[in-house]
Structure formats: structure tokens, C-alpha cells
């Protein structure tokens, strides 16, 4: 079993709507949650910091961690072709310097 | 304010061949950590440079090895290349006083192609 999964999509949606992404993990020691964006050939780029449980919101993208659970979501509000991209969830337990990644999530706004 | 610099930006080599890749850290960053990404994958860890030593590794081959400069840029070195390193060759960079807090920021990649 994978550390972290998420699927991999592909996921398309008009422009506007409400997007949700998602990863699971099995490793409880993680504590540090991060989601990136990644364009086409580029590398990620840090959208969204979390420790430990609970939300947080910048802008139009709110993250959430659900410890018990072990799980994550990003929302993204409002979606715009320029949020067309790869999503990958990371993690890391304290103690640690490495990053965990989901596989990533394609995801197309469409216009 | 530079980013995370890489170079080069495309490299081709055959099997057998050896490959060496830098990366120049973010600006007040002294910590950096290399991951390759394979097609369709996310990112995985290879090692990270602090203090010019390797202080965590991950589940890569001796083939893989690296080294950080006084200056805090870092190579990572590819021997006997096989068909199956030809992926995304990622450089984040951070901090190691936050290191715990794992906010890595990333470069835009080396694509390395083996033939």
C-alpha cells in the first residue's frame, strides 16, 4: 500500500464551478500537509500549507485535514482555466525532511 | 528575489553514461533536497544536502549520489544510467532551522531522457 494515494483523475469542470480534491494516507506520523500545483513540464509550486487537522483558506482555495480520518481535501472556489493543472498532495511526519506525494491530480476548467 | 534555479534544462544520455544536474537554492534557503519524478507520478525523494552532507536518504541506488558546495548549491550525479531514470529531476530548497515545518519550495526540473 502506498504511503499517499490520490487519484489521478482526469477531472474536467466548467469555469466557475466548485472543485474538490482529495488524498488519503495510512503513515498517522504525518503532521505537515501541503498541497502543490504543477503546470505542464514545470516544476510544483506551493499552494497550501497545513499542520495538523483543521482548515485553512487563502483566496479562492481552502484546504482541509481530517487527522482521524486521514484525509485531505483542497476546494477550489470559483475555478478559472488558469487553475487547469496537476494538483499533488503532500506530507511529512516531524522529525523528517522528506516530502510524500500523491501521484497528482490533472484537473481542466473548462471556458 | 531568484527562485530555485536548475540546469541544464534538458539532457539526453545513453545507457551506461553518467549524468551530472545542479540546482542554486532560493535566496536565504541552505537546504536542498532532490526528487525525481517519473512520468505520470508524483515526486519521489531521493536525498538531501545540509551543511554539505547527505542527511536523510531515500530508496534509491548508490548510483545516485550528490553534494552540496559552501555556497549551498547542490549536484546530483547519475551513474550507469538506465532506461528507467529518465524522469523529472526535481531541486527544492527550504531552510533547515523550519526545516520541521517541510515547506520546500521547487525548481522548474531537469528532464533527463536515457536512450
Known amino acids: 500500500q502506498k504511503e499517499v494515494e490520490q487519484d489521478p483523475g482526469p477531472l474536467s469542470v466548467p469555469e466557475g464551478a466548485i472543485v474538490s480534491l482529495n488524498c488519503t494516507y495510512s503513515?498517522?506520523?504525518?503532521?505537515?500537509f501541503m498541497w502543490y500545483r504543477q503546470y505542464s513540464r514545470k516544476g510544483p509550486e506551493l499552494l497550501m500549507y497545513?499542520?495538523?487537522?483543521g482548515n485553512k483558506e487563502d483566496g479562492r482555495f481552502t484546504a482541509q485535514v481530517d487527522k482521524s480520518s486521514k484525509y485531505i481535501s483542497l476546494f477550489i472556489r470559483d475555478s478559472q482555466p488558469s487553475d487547469s493543472a496537476t494538483y499533488l498532495c503532500?506530507?511529512?511526519?516531524?522529525?523528517?525532511?522528506?516530502?510524500?506525494f500523491g501521484t497528482g491530480t490533472r484537473l481542466t476548467v473548462i471556458p | 528575489d531568484a527562485g530555485v534555479t536548475q540546469s541544464p534544462t534538458h539532457l539526453i544520455k545513453t545507457r551506461g553514461q553518467q549524468v551530472t544536474l545542479r540546482c542554486s537554492p532560493k535566496?536565504?534557503?541552505?537546504?536542498v533536497s532532490w526528487y525525481q519524478q517519473a512520468l505520470g507520478q508524483g515526486p519521489q525523494f531521493i536525498f538531501q544536502?545540509?551543511?554539505?552532507?547527505?542527511?536523510q536518504r531515500g530508496n534509491f541506488p548508490d548510483r545516485f549520489s550528490g553534494h552540496q558546495f559552501p555556497n549551498y548549491s547542490s549536484e546530483l550525479n547519475v551513474n550507469a544510467l538506465l532506461l528507467g531514470d529518465s524522469a523529472l529531476y526535481l531541486c527544492?530548497?527550504?531552510?533547515?532551522?523550519?526545516?520541521?515545518?517541510?515547506?520546500?519550495?521547487f525548481g522548474p526540473g531537469t528532464r533527463l531522457t536515457v536512450t
Open positions: 544536502y545540509y551543511e554539505e552532507e547527505e542527511r
Open positions: 497545513t499542520y495538523s487537522s
Open positions: 503532500a506530507m511529512k511526519a516531524p522529525g523528517a525532511n522528506n516530502l510524500f
Open positions: 527544492a530548497s527550504s531552510r533547515w532551522r523550519t526545516s520541521s515545518s517541510g515547506e520546500q519550495y
Open positions: 503513515n498517522s506520523a504525518f503532521q505537515y
Open positions: 535566496s536565504g534557503h541552505d537546504t
